[in-house]
């Protein structure tokens, strides 16, 4: 505590990220990141992008990428906003729609970003337990005061609503704005975008960070009604008017532009999540079944912790959550990577054994 802090600064709990350790040689299983490398095109993009240009502010409507966004998800650009990171995202629609006394509902296992910002915001929240099979509880998420997150595929189990159990929470809090954060969509679940066409208090957040293969260079969006829309540009723009620098934005619509090499690269990774998830089966681990690009875990062999500081010993970097101390999450690496892992895991439960 220093006696410079604001009464802000001292009430804050900050978020705490996944170690990123400088060493290169290491297997990074432990923040969900992409194994391969970004689109070529959004690389070359971004390498040409370095230019004179580069005194001049970035757009601050970010028009350009929000027509490409707009195109690959059948909506208007009225309905995209655009953030440094769907963190960022997250953060302008917990002050642009939550309020101060009013709580608003989130799973009790979920994103740990969530509490941070409803903390930091002075907004009250109630957790809601998850089902015994670790899937988010519908009913327990309906009739909300202030309004209701989670992410679908939650995170960290894996698991995914259908759009019915969706469409069901929103229906039941129709005063209320509800976001879904769409992080991993992509890697097996349904999109909640076709229902922000019929109820206007449903925000989408999605990122680059994941699919794409770019958390280096932040990218988040939003999808929703235009009055939800406006309200996020107008907590940005009494932040900061340029949140998405140039580079990014370059690297971002070739990206979004390149869905060949996209399909290719997801299809892989659920592939090696799939076989990941077998091999760990064989090792008697209680594998919660993932539409994500990782696993949530269970080891019965070995604590959760002693396997997750004895890989690390290794260099091989997978999540621990002090609070969820049975399980581990194993972020979904390339096929290499993978097999590394799944050898270690081995050679450590048998050296047990003996
Ligand atoms: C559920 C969830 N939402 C949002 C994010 C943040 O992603 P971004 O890199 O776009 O800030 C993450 C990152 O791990 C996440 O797990």
């Known amino acids: 505590m220093s006696k410079f802090w604001s009464s802000t600064v001292r009430k804050t709990k900050p978020y705490v990220p996944g170690e990123q350790p400088n060493e290169t040689n290491v297997i990074k299983l432990n923040t969900n990141e992409n194994p391969y490398p970004p689109s070529p095109k959004a690389l070359e993009a971004m390498q040409f992008a370095v230019n004179d240009d580069l005194r001049k502010y970035p757009s601050p409507t970010v028009d350009s990428l929000r027509k490409v966004i707009a195109k690959r998800e059948d909506i208007e650009p009225e309905n995209v906003f655009v953030g440094n990171g769907s963190d960022e995202v997250l ?3 917990f002050q642009a729609f939550f309020e101060p006394n009013e709580a608003i509902k989130f799973p009790e296992i979920t994103y740990s970003f969530y509490p941070v910002y409803a903390k930091l915001y002075d907004i009250p929240y109630q957790t809601v337990p998850l089902k015994d099979d670790f899937s988010i509880d519908v009913e327990g998420m309906c009739e909300s005061i202030g309004g209701v997150i989670f992410p679908n595929p939650n995170a960290p189990t894996g698991i995914a609503l259908n759009l ?3 469409e069901s929470i929103i229906k039941r809090n129709p005063n209320q704005v509800i976001i879904i954060d769409e992080a991993y969509v992509d890697f097996g679940a349904d999109t909640a975008v076709p229902l922000t066409k019929k109820y206007p208090n449903v925000l989408i957040t999605r990122t680059l960070s994941k699919s794409h293969a770019l958390a ?4 988040g969006y939003a999808i929703g009604s235009s ?6 540009e107008r907590i940005k723009n009494s932040f900061n008017s340029y949140t998405i620098n140039r580079i990014t934005l370059a690297g971002a ?3 979004m532009k390149d869905d060949i090499y996209y399909d290719q690269t997801l299809n892989q990774i659920i592939e090696t999540r799939e076989w990941t998830k077998q ?3 064989h090792l008697e681990f209680e594998v919660i079944p993932s539409q994500t690009n990782f696993l949530f875990v269970k080891p019965t062999k070995i604590t959760a912790k002693e396997l997750y500081e004895t890989l690390k010993q290794q260099e091989i970097y997978i999540r621990f959550f002090e609070n969820l101390e049975d399980y581990l999450r194993i972020s979904i690496g390339s096929e290499d990577d993978m097999k590394t892992f799944v050898n270690e895991v081995t050679n450590i439960i048998n050296s047990i054994k003996v």
Do not use: D, S, T
């Not at 009055?227 to 996020?232: P, S, T």
């Open 227 to 232: 009055e939800l829309i406006e309200g996020l």
């Open 91 to 93: 953060a302008f629609a």
């Open 253 to 255: 619509e070739a990206a």
């Open 279 to 281: 091999e760990l089966e």
């Open 216 to 219: 280096g260079i932040r990218l």
């Open 164 to 166: 019915n159990e969706v």
